[in-house]
């Protein structure tokens, strides 16, 4: 069950649980019911138990090359156990995912069940053999992105949002760029291990520093669309900036030296973290306001 935990990435829970929990909120009113509960519950544990725990069973064997998994940016399993250890994953993600899902499925109207079936598609199509969306570059980068984006859209289609609004459409554009930036910029790292295990990437492709540099872009980009979200919400586009700064402090790395972006990484996880904080307050003021 350790094992288990540990491929859902706790540290990494409130990253698509709160997206569907503040959108829920917000769109509802502040409304607290059985969806709410039930849907934020399932985008905390299960949902990244299926997005991560695919992930560790199917790229387990670059994982072993790659020197920064087996800590809160990803589990590795004992190659003496690995075996056994991964039927556990898959086992816990069947008996986690499923009958949720199905209760979800049924809760909303067809545009709702839709765009959940996408989006939980999108998790296993990213890791899972064949499909392995994580290997076609760019691609990489928006599924990744949906991955997050995925439980606000959720939540909105679920409460009947209209998605055309001034305050909705800019806040998913600049999530997904925001999403595309950091899984690109978190990429940068594994330039190396991934082509030593044969995996291909946009950072691959790209290489390193073309990379970082088009991630910076993409923060800014978010940072602008912010910019046409009604006041106080406007002033979310100061924090893509942060993270902006952070990537672009790599500006002159090359695939030689990759591994230096990890310092930035790890920046990256505790920005999260004072983003999420800084979000929160700007939710209750613009809750206040309505």
Partial sequence: MREVLAASRPFSWINTAYPFAAGYLLATGARVDVALVVGTLYFLGPYNLLMYGINDVFDY?????????????????????????????????????????????????????????????????YSAPRLRFKERP??????????????????????????????????????????????????VQDVRADREGGLASVATVLGAHRTVVGSTVAYVLAAVLLLAVPWPGSAAALLPLLYAVNAARF??????????????????????????GAVSMLLIAVARLA
């Fill in 138 to 187: 760019v691609v990489d980068s928006v599924t990744s992105a949906m991955h997050f984006v995925g439980p606000l859209l959720y939540a909105l289609v679920l409460t009947g949002t209209d998605l055309g609004e001034r305050t909705a459409w800019p806040v998913l554009l600049a999530f997904v760029a925001w999403g595309m930036a950091s899984h690109a910029f978190g990429a």
């Fill in 251 to 276: 500006w002159s790395v090359r695939d030689a030296d990759c591994e230096r972006a990890h310092a930035g990484w790890r920046v990256f996880l505790v920005l999260n973290l004072v983003t999420g």
């Fill in 61 to 125: 064997e670059s994982d072993l090359r790659n020197p920064r998994k087996g800590g809160i940016e990803g589990a590795l399993a004992d190659p003496a156990v690995a075996r056994t250890v991964h039927r556990r994953i898959l086992v816990a993600c069947a008996v986690t995912n499923v009958p949720v899902l199905v209760w979800l499925l049924l809760l909303g109207d067809g545009a709702a069940a839709a765009t959940l079936a996408v989006v939980v598609s999108l998790v296993v199509a």
